[in-house]
């Protein structure tokens, strides 16, 4: 049976990477697409690591990893919104994610 969240991370870790390279080629912008390329495609890192958690502890922990970063990300999309680097239905489409 295939792993819903495990999908579904490695999913938006795609749209992550796709709006990084918008951000370089089109807008010019480094630093945060950087951050947000770093966070937004360890949630799926860090979900795929909980599969082979050596413990129950461990698998909580690198889920917990990856619930921050997605927090992070979050934070990063809020800000390219409220610069105007993305508009309002690229914000929501990903901040919904």
Do not use: H, P
């Not at 990084?20 to 860090?46: D, P, W």
């Not at 990893?65 to 992070?72: D, H, N, Q, T």
């Amino acid at each position: 049976m295939d792993n819903i969240v495990e999908e579904k991370s490695f999913d938006f870790a795609k749209r992550i990477v796709k709006l990084s390279n918008y951000l370089v080629n089109e807008k010019k912008e480094f630093v945060i697409s950087r951050q947000i390329t770093k966070s937004g495609t360890s949630i799926g890192a860090n979900v795929a690591e909980a599969q082979n958690a050596q413990s129950d502890k461990d698998f909580v922990a690198k889920l917990s990893i990856g619930l921050k970063e997605s927090r992070e990300t979050k934070y990063w999309l809020r800000l390219l919104f409220e610069t105007e680097y993305i508009n309002e239905k690229e914000f929501y489409s990903l901040y919904n994610d």
